[in-house]
């Protein structure tokens, strides 16, 4: 039992910002029907942008809370301004095409972001500056939790509650649920479908910035491949609460952090020392499998879902 | 095909062309080696491999309207077929008739596996299964070096056995006429008849009454089954077949590069190849192979000139020519999607 706390504190970290991508994977899904598989890429621009914002901002005497929302501002607004582009250029055009179509340019735009970012930034790791004393508080003496790891969930809540609130209780939330709902007959009621659409990849992109910057904070690394496979788990974690949902996502992706986390802790356990920590990622992709093989509409089901 | 309907002078005029292509295809890489070297054969070996894959995925993607993220697993598993079946990891050296078809059966088989769970997903989440697939693949092979070391984890498989005839090794080199016939030259061969084979069955498939179903999946799922057709299975002998191919191909890049190593069998590999399909025109069996040698040739000629040119206009070498690829990668799936869906090489009757 000793690390079985530790792993769950670990787990619901990543699992609340695993929650913030996935949450960008639903609302599409939920309004267009498609997978933006590019989604992943513009976390990690979100991640680098911030980055470079962070050493840039360092070099003058700014206080530390202002520098702060001015690393969010920043990589939020490149971010909306990426997917809102990426959406024009690669999906719209083939909103009537095959399935398979926007499917491939979406791959497309994935490689051209991640080297393109590689152009940018180069192949190296950069340490991710600490902008906080990273002290370590015990919790009932059972487990440890860090500054980052508290300030991780907190950011991730509150994105979170915002965005509920602008999906129930806006009128551009109203809209995006009635595209979800029928598109026709939203824009038989006078919405702008384009307009939602945009908005919806502008919100998700926003969230993913978020995500970008707390999973650097929370590993201390940035580099320009960190998006994929990000993007692919919360991918999973969107499948796991049933993709379209956006309760399903913020539970699929705690549900997933914590899988992982305590996967990853008790593998070796598990499978007699034959497989060890470093099939951890195997795992995300186990989950995938088994729930589009026994339960495919996720766990939160379609019936009492609100879809966005 | 030939036809016993056609009129003898159209046989004899097919003949003809048959010699011809046959003449030509013997005699093409001595002229590619007196003309561009012999790394230049060498590429042309690897781009037949690929024809081979892009052919195995175009069942799967084209044929069936599949979209497998993934088919690179099976390429790898041919490869370490191959690699565990005849080097001296486990000190076992098999023929290769032998292998050949062991590694087409066991991908086949891989294919069914990953297959059999997740066709009756729908087509975008069939995508991200089949990455995951391939990415689970890849972390075992990098794994498996402990407890038992099967795959010898990073480092990979060395000093495997080349094809072997008799007790003719394809390693060896002999003179005909004065002409050096080396290893690249025989592998050319053997690729270049695996590829007609692979021509030929994937010709006669798409004429069959699978292939039609196959097609017919691809436009309309719920149609095909309202015609009577078993979508599951269909699916899923598409999938093997595709599969199968990409193991034989995995194994003779294995025998050829003698070592492998799970490197090889990276995701971007995956969409390479996938690359190949979409932009030779998915479905279409002479514009995946003209896929593939674009899509082959073209980034060595961008390595042999990207470098020199930048640094001409721009004193500096600003995108090194691996990134210069892939974007022209991404690039191209993006555009050829947009603009032109059907592929460079337009089918008429599709």
Redesign the interface.
């Known amino acids: 039992m000793d690390i079985f706390f530790q792993q769950i504190i670990n787990g619901l970290v990543i699992g609340s910002v695993y929650a913030l991508v996935a949450l960008g994977y639903t609302m599409v899904y939920g309004i267009l029907g498609i997978i933006n598989f590019a989604h992943g890429e513009v976390v990690m621009i979100g991640a680098m942008i911030a980055l470079s914002i962070i050493l840039f901002l360092f070099q003058f005497d700014i206080p530390i809370y202002l520098s702060l929302a001015l690393v969010f501002f920043g990589a939020i607004i490149f971010c909306s301004l990426l997917a809102f582009c990426i959406e024009k250029v690669a999906y719209k055009p083939l909103r009537n095409a095959p399935r398979l179509a926007p499917l491939i340019t979406a791959i497309g735009v994935s490689i051209l972001l991640q080297n393109i970012a590689m152009l940018i930034w180069g192949r190296q790791y950069y340490s991710f500056p600490q902008i906080f004393n990273n002290d370590t508080y015990q919790i009932f003496g059972i487990a440890n939790i860090t500054t980052i790891q508290i300030i991780i969930i907190l950011i991730s809540l509150v994105t979170m509650f915002f965005l509920f609130y602008f999906i129930n209780k806006t009128q551009y939330g109203m809209a995006m649920r009635a595209t979800s709902e029928d598109k026709n007959a939203a824009k038989l009621m006078g919405i702008e479908i384009n307009n939602v659409i945009s908005i919806t990849f502008i919100v998700g992109a926003s969230l993913a910035a978020v995500a970008g910057i707390l999973i650097a904070a929370n590993y201390g690394i940035a580099h320009y491949s960190m998006g994929f496979m990000l993007g692919l788990k919360a991918f999973t974690a969107a499948v796991l609460g049933g993709i379209g949902n956006i309760v399903g996502a913020v539970i699929g992706g705690l549900l997933l952090g914590l899988i992982e986390s305590l996967g990853a802790g008790y593998i070796e356990k598990l499978t007699f020392g034959f497989m060890g920590s470093n099939y951890q990622d195997v795992i995300a992709f186990l989950v995938l499998v088994l729930v589009l093989v026994i339960k495919p509409n996720g766990l939160v089901g379609e019936k009492s879902s609100t879809k966005v | 095909m030939i036809s016993k309907i056609l009129p003898f002078h159209k046989k004899l005029k097919f003949i003809h062309g048959l010699f011809l292509v046959i003449i030509a295809l013997t005699l093409l890489p001595f002229v590619i080696e007196e003309s561009f070297g012999r790394s230049w054969l060498r590429i042309f070996d690897y781009t037949l491999i690929y024809v081979l894959l892009a052919l195995g995925l175009n069942i799967v993607?084209g044929f069936a309207?599949l979209?497998d993220?993934g088919y690179i697993a099976f390429f790898a598993v041919g490869a370490y077929s191959w690699a565990i079946l005849a080097s001296p990891q486990f000190d076992i050296h098999l023929s290769f008739l032998v292998i050949l078809p062991i590694s087409f059966f066991i991908a086949g088989f891989f294919g069914v596996l990953l297959g059999a769970?997740?066709l009756r997903?729908?087509?975008?989440?069939l995508?991200?299964?089949t990455?995951?697939?391939g990415?689970?693949i890849r972390?075992?092979l990098?794994?498996l070096d402990h407890?038992v070391n099967v795959t010898n984890g990073p480092v990979g498989i060395n000093m495997i056995d080349p094809v072997m005839i008799g007790t003719f090794s394809f390693n060896n080199k002999i003179v005909i006429f004065g002409i050096q016939l080396t290893n690249l030259h025989f592998y050319y061969y053997l690729l270049v008849i695996c590829v007609i084979l692979v021509i030929i069955i994937c010709q006669r498939l798409e004429n069959s009454s699978i292939g039609r179903a196959w097609v017919a999946i691809r436009e309309d799922e719920v149609a095909a089954e309202a015609m009577g057709i078993n979508t599951r299975n269909v699916k899923l002998l598409a999938f093997a077949m595709g599969a199968s191919f990409g193991g034989v191909s995995g194994a003779i890049f294995s025998s050829f590069q003698g070592f492998v190593s799970p490197e090889s069998f990276i995701?971007?590999e995956s969409?390479m190849v996938?690359c190949m399909v979409?932009l030779g025109g998915m479905g279409h069996i002479y514009g995946v192979v003209l896929g593939a040698f674009i899509l082959v040739i073209l980034p060595e000629i961008i390595r042999s000139v990207a470098a020199p040119i930048q640094e001409s206009i721009f004193g500096v070498v600003?995108?090194d020519p691996e990134?210069l690829r892939?974007?022209l990668?991404?690039?191209?799936?993006?555009l050829v999607?947009?603009y032109r869906?059907t592929g460079l090489w337009n089918k008429k009757n599709v």
């Open positions: 993607v309207g979209l993220l769970p997740t997903l729908r087509g975008d989440y995508a991200i299964v990455l995951g697939f990415e689970i972390i075992f990098n794994n407890p995701l971007i969409i996938l979409v600003l995108i990134s892939m974007i990668f991404g690039l191209a799936l993006i999607m947009l869906p």
